[in-house]
């Protein structure tokens, strides 16, 4: 089955500065990598996700990149607010998806 | 709509006692997910169903855990007997049918479980 790696597990980052997030996945059938951030005792909610014939997708101040070939995708955030704070999840799959295991993700004021 | 609604929201049982959560599902979503979340094994996926009928079950830790789709608004995952490792909050996720193959997972709030 697929194997998804997240790191870091833990990122701090100045009010401002940028934020990324790298996943590896091992089942090169995958074709759909979403990112869910769940805040604190809440529901985990997509931010974005990007499909296996796309390199990049952008959102506001949000990105992700994929390269299919290295099997690794990763997240951006730019000018990074203090309600940026909470779990990322990167996940990768067909069908279903399996979850990394998640990067706590501090924006200090 | 309401979203993915699941009960009960906190649970607290014994060891040994049957447990059963609940899930409603997005009207018109025709996949249902199972997942458990823990800090140590964080999100993972227990069992999910398309169209009522379980398709990978994989994930189901072992014979004590059961789930189930009568119908296309409802499904139950049942732990019998519960084990204390068993505690974790358990969410319910749904999908919508996508040419895609895999689509959003709509999260419900998740239900609290402990077992002491």
């Known amino acids: 089955g697929e194997n998804v790696e997240q790191h870091p597990s833990t990122l701090s980052v100045q009010e401002g500065d940028s934020a990324v997030i790298k996943c590896t996945y091992s089942?090169?059938?995958?074709?759909?990598f979403p990112w869910y951030k769940q805040e604190l005792g809440k529901r985990p909610q997509l931010i974005i996700d990007?499909?296996?014939?796309?390199g990049e997708k952008k959102d506001q101040r949000i990105a992700v990149t994929l390269n299919k070939t290295a099997k690794h995708f990763s997240l951006h955030i730019t000018e990074t607010q203090p309600e940026d704070s909470a779990v990322y999840f990167c996940?990768?799959?067909?069908?279903?998806?399996?979850f990394g295991t998640g990067t706590k993700l501090q924006v200090i004021p | 709509d309401a979203g993915v609604i699941q009960s009960p929201r906190h649970e607290v049982t014994e060891m040994g006692q049957e447990v059963t959560l609940r899930c409603k599902p997005i009207?018109?979503?025709?996949?249902l997910f199972w997942y458990r979340q823990t800090m140590m094994r964080g999100l993972e996926l227990l069992i999910y169903?398309?169209?009522?009928?379980?398709?990978?079950d994989s994930g189901m830790p072992e014979d004590r855990f059961s789930a189930k789709m009568p119908n296309a608004s409802f499904s139950t995952l049942k732990i019998q007997p519960s084990e204390p490792r068993d505690s974790a909050v358990y969410f319910c996720?749904?999908?919508?049918?996508?040419?895609?193959?895999?689509?959003?997972?709509?999260f419900g709030e998740g239900s609290r479980l402990t077992v002491l």
């Open positions: 169903f398309n169209n009522n009928v379980p398709i990978d």
């Open positions: 089942d090169s059938a995958s074709n759909y």
């Open positions: 996940a990768a799959g067909y069908q279903k998806v399996t």
């Open positions: 996720a749904s999908s919508p049918p996508t040419s895609a193959n895999t689509g959003e997972l709509f």
């Open positions: 990007i499909r296996s014939n796309v």
């Open positions: 009207s018109g979503h025709d996949y």
